[in-house]
């Protein structure tokens, strides 16, 4: 039944995809407004597709339908409800399930926001482009990615669970498909960024139509990002939140070029500038969610975090080479008329200061493109394995990183076309004195080494700089009677918190990673040593089981503090037992506690009388960056709302849907 159910919701996504791209085909080929009107109704079906075959999947999991073989494969009569409603995306065919449902929401919302405008040529290529993205992920689904197949042979009666890693921490039930929404929301800047070249309309008109869109979509991919990191600090026990591994590098890539065109999009709505740099940004940023979902979906790579191997690389691989190839083919047809009307006055500008920024940005995003793919591509043209590792990465970026803290810093104060000696001397001289005091102070409390050095100066600047803006704005709103607090919301306000939570994270990262010691200690029940200054008391050991999980639990204190419970355990019916780490964590530093070996008597078994090695690891400021992260969402909310001038001149094609209007570069003394 639940099986039936999902194929027909496939199949009715895959017609409701070919027969809207269809539709609009017509029309928009042959000019009538009526055919292209009609086109809309396709989407409704789509999204009622997707519906069905989520819920189809969902009801398989959680009434344990192990007659399909997916539910087989990631579901136990054992695994929790959270986890067991976690499994659809646990896996290949579930994960682009999930992609299909997020895709045919947005193509809804995309319907409904521009019902009024529907017979427009620019929505309507729009609509036609997204059709034709949904029907490759739907085929996908009816075929290579099968959620719904049947399993071969006899019906099991229990499953094997979802993988022991996605069933330790609740952020399972967040981090996937909070991603999933920044993935697949860039769809739809991508569309109406193809339908510009495909009408000739190249001008603002599409930018502004999807100016939240793709806020939303950056700012999911932002929150997402986050998650992410603390998952991996939270779960996979060793100490790290962040270790350049080629799943991580594949939701960074189109961060990165997402971030370069919300810098840029603002010069060519101020200047009419960068026409042809923000749409090929747009076709790159889309492309590079393809690629992440090839490298992360495809089993090409060896991850911690890929719960995946398939055979669908080979498709993936190609849809990607037509966005590319179709992008550029259509950026080249209309090339003569994207020249743009005039140039950058001076490079001492905010225009001038938006380009370098996003220099830097594709920079960045090249490196990191480079560093994941160079292994994969060696091993195809030289048949042998070579790694690329984080001093690789972190060489390479750590310039760049400190460049764009320098641009966060003086950004604010550049005016556009050309600035004075005078003016920035003004508007620089407080974050200037602020950053030099934090270096001086840094000294003098015996904090050295020339990297941490120029980042906490450079983050005081950056923050010093944003907080200067922010009050001046707070202060001009008090001048005109309606509150300092209103000089806090508005795209432009909004990314000055942005910037402050991008240096909190700055900050907190450079001390986690520079400032770090890990260590193991060996302890005896009752012996208590010291590491790093902190005094490790092991009490005792204690075997805690379940019907979920057995786990051997080492109970430490930490300072008197406590008791901390790192553990091995064992999830369901698996045999290979998974770390569970404790951390001790506070304003100023974690410590982060893990099993390294447990004691064994003669039998193998786990002796409580032996010694334990206990796993340290003190990183100063690790709570901070989950402080950044939030400070994000803060300024993401703060710049949906709209500021006095944006309500005074609001546009007519924006897109005033629910969103997370995120513009960290949209900044005006």
């Avoid at 009816?142 to 042979?153: E, L």
């Avoid at 398939?310 to 080479?321: C, M, R």
């Avoid at 920079?363 to 160079?374: E, I, Q, R, S, Y």
């Avoid at 709570?623 to 703060?638: C, M, N, T």
Wanted: net charge positive; proline share 5%; aromatic share 10%.
């Amino acid at each position: 039944m639940n099986g039936t159910l999902g194929h027909t919701g496939v199949l009715l996504g895959v017609a409701a995809a070919l027969g809207g791209a269809g539709t609009l085909a017509v029309g928009l080929v042959r000019n009538r407004p009526d055919i292209i009107r009609f086109g809309r109704v396709w989407a409704l079906l789509l999204l009622g597709g997707a519906l069905l075959a989520t819920g189809a999947m969902e009801h398989a999991l959680v009434t344990h339908d192990f007659s399909l073989a997916y539910v087989a494969a990631n579901n136990s009569r054992g695994t929790p409800l959270l986890y067991t409603v976690t499994g659809m995306w646990s896996a290949l065919a579930g994960s682009i399930l999930l992609w299909g449902l997020i895709l045919a929401g947005y193509i809804g919302a995309m319907v409904w926001r521009f019902r009024h405008r529907s017979e427009d040529p620019l929505v309507g290529w729009a609509t036609l482009v997204t059709y034709l993205v949904a029907a490759f992920f739907f085929f996908l689904m009816a075929g290579p990615a099968d959620p719904f197949q049947a399993v071969a042979g006899k019906i099991p009666t229990d499953g094997v669970g979802p993988n022991v890693l996605l069933q330790d921490n609740p952020l399972v039930a967040f981090h996937p498909p909070i991603l999933y929404l920044g993935f697949v929301g860039f769809t739809i800047p991508f569309a109406f960024a193809i339908a510009s070249l495909a009408t000739g309309r190249i001008g603002e008109g599409w930018q502004l139509a999807t100016r939240r869109w793709t806020l939303f979509a950056w700012a999911c991919l932002t929150v997402g990002i986050v998650l992410g990191a603390w998952w991996s600090y939270q779960v996979l026990g060793w100490g790290g939140f962040w270790a350049w591994d080629p799943v991580e590098n594949a939701s960074f890539l189109p961060w990165l070029t997402a971030t370069a065109f919300l810098h840029s999009v603002l010069v060519q709505e101020r200047r009419g500038l960068l026409r042809v740099w923000n749409l090929s940004l747009v076709i790159a940023t889309f492309s590079l969610t393809v690629l992440g979902t090839f490298l992360t979906r495809s089993g090409v790579i060896e991850s911690v975090h890929a719960f995946s191997d398939s055979t669908i690389g080979p498709l993936l691989l190609g849809f990607f080479g037509a966005v590319l190839v179709g992008g550029i083919g259509l950026i080249a047809w209309r090339g003569d008329r994207l020249r743009s009307p005039g140039g950058i006055d001076s490079p001492l500008s905010r225009e001038g200061a938006f380009l370098l920024n996003n220099l830097l940005f594709v920079g960045f995003a090249f490196v990191v493109l480079l560093g994941t793919v160079f292994p994969l591509l060696f091993e195809a043209f030289r048949h042998q394995q070579v790694t690329v590792g984080a001093p690789y990465f972190d060489a390479l970026t750590l310039p760049i990183g400190l460049a764009l803290l320098f641009l966060m810093a003086i950004g604010p104060a550049l005016p556009w076309r050309k600035a004075t000696a005078g003016t920035l001397g003004e508007r620089l001289l407080l974050p200037a004195w602020a950053g030099g005091l934090v270096v001086v102070a840094c000294v003098a409390l015996g904090i050295h080494g020339l990297v941490p050095l120029v980042a906490y100066g450079l983050g005081a600047f950056a923050a010093s700089a944003n907080i200067r803006q922010l009050a001046l704005a707070a202060r001009g709103a008090h001048r005109h009677g309606v509150g300092a607090w209103r000089g806090l919301v508005g795209r432009a306000n909004g990314g000055m918190v942005v910037h402050v939570g991008v240096v909190v994270i700055a900050v907190a990262l450079t001390s986690a990673m520079a400032f770090g010691h890990r260590g193991e200690v060996q302890l005896l029940p009752g012996q208590t040593r010291t590491f790093d200054g902190h005094r490790i008391t092991y009490v005792r050991m204690a075997l805690v089981t379940d019907s979920v999980r057995s786990a051997t639990e080492v109970v430490v204190e930490v300072d008197g503090r406590g008791p901390f419970r790192p553990a091995v355990t064992r999830f369901g019916s698996g045999t290979d037992p998974v770390g569970t780490p404790a951390v001790d964590s506070g304003t100023l530093r974690d410590i982060y506690l893990t099993v390294d070996t447990l004691p064994t008597d003669q039998t193998g078994r786990v002796d409580p009388r032996g010694a334990v090695a206990v796993g340290v690891t003190v990183q100063p400021l690790v709570s901070w960056l989950w402080v950044g992260g939030a400070i994000l969402v803060i300024g993401s909310i703060l710049a949906a709302v709209p500021g006095r001038r944006r309500r005074q001149a609001t546009d007519a094609v924006s897109a005033p849907v629910p969103a997370v209007a995120l513009a960290i570069g949209a900044t005006s003394p």
